[in-house]
């Protein structure tokens, strides 16, 4: 039977970190701000919006939603961009993606100033990422690693196998993974034996987007099985990419879904607005 990794637990852990080190930045008369932009109405970008506006009242940080309506321009996008670029009270721009289809999402990713850049999808970012040194983590990754140093699981030497290779997750992963002197395999959809690849797995990241994908015979017995998709199952359910009941058994770590890797995205990216919140204003510790 696995040991279960709570995202939940985890996650309030760091959000309380957050909101200690914000109250104390306010002392030094500097509030942490995030700006989120949404263009148009898709339901699951608005569920996702509001968590974040909630997450940073919880942790004491100032937030400002641009809801803007599906039909913005290009150009009406980029110039909000430059306006909170450009806006000392604001250290985080996050712009919730998807964007609707006649929007370039490339040109606003690179719009975005990169000390504003709390998803660290701006190429800068992406670069120090690549050579380990940088400011900003991928929030999704950053909260995976989170989940790995909380239950004390060592990295270095280890067979990891992340399967999905998406430049928000699966890249990111591999590379922090790597950071942390794993020996890391990055897998995908021309992948070929993946069950055999996967089986060697000590370390097994999933993040396909596909209900219930790794099943019990892609898992080492004693593996560490860090699932982050979210997907709904033929029922409606919410469920991960790993076949929970099936893997569960075989695995010495698992992070559940709902509840596992999840709660942590959101956690990331509070830590991430606070340090830009620092670095803008010149703070290094308080
Ligand atoms: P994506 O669609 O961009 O990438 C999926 C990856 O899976 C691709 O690289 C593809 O090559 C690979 N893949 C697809 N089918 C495969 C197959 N049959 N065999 C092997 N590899 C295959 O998705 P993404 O944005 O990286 O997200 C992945 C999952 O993680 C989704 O379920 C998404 O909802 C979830 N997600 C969760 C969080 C979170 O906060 N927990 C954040 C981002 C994404």
Redesign the pocket.
């Given at each position: 039977m696995a040991s279960v990794i709570s995202g939940k637990e985890v996650s309030a852990k760091v959000r309380a970190e957050v909101r200690e080190e914000c109250e104390r930045l306010k002392e030094k008369g500097v509030t942490p701000g995030l700006a989120v932009i949404i263009v148009g109405d898709d339901p699951a970008s608005r569920v996702y919006v509001n968590n974040k506006k909630k997450a940073c009242a919880e942790v004491g940080f100032a937030s400002e939603e641009y809801a803007l309506p599906a039909e913005t321009t290009q150009q009406e996008l980029l110039a909000l961009i430059d306006t909170l670029n450009k806006k000392p009270e604001i250290n985080g721009i996050l712009c919730q993606l998807p964007l609707p289809k006649h929007l370039d999402e490339t040109a606003v990713i690179h719009a975005i100033s990169p000390e504003k850049d709390v998803d660290a999808f701006h190429p800068s970012n992406v670069g120090k990422i690549m050579i380990g040194d940088y400011d900003f983590l991928p929030?999704?990754p950053a909260?995976v690693m989170e989940l790995i140093h909380f239950a004390g699981i060592e990295v270095s030497g280890k067979n990891c196998v992340v399967?999905?290779?998406?430049n928000?997750?699966?890249k990111p992963m591999a590379m922090l993974l790597l950071h942390e002197n794993g020996t890391v395999t990055i897998?995908?959809?021309?992948?070929k034996d993946?069950k055999e690849i996967c089986a060697g797995a000590d370390i097994l990241v999933a993040?396909?987007?596909?209900p219930k994908?790794v099943k019990a015979d892609m898992v080492k017995e004693g593996a560490v099985v860090l699932d982050?998709?979210?997907?709904r199952d033929e029922n409606g359910k919410l469920c991960g990419?790993v076949d929970y009941e099936q893997v569960e058994p075989k695995a010495s770590f698992i992070t559940p879904v709902p509840g596992g890797?999840?709660p942590?995205?959101i956690a990331m990216l509070m830590k991430n607005t606070l340090k830009a919140a620092k670095l803008q204003n010149h703070i290094e510790s308080v």
């Open positions: 929030c999704t909260g399967i999905g290779r998406s928000i997750v699966g897998c995908h959809s021309k992948t993946l993040a396909v987007g596909r994908f982050v998709g979210i997907n990419d890797v999840g942590m995205t």
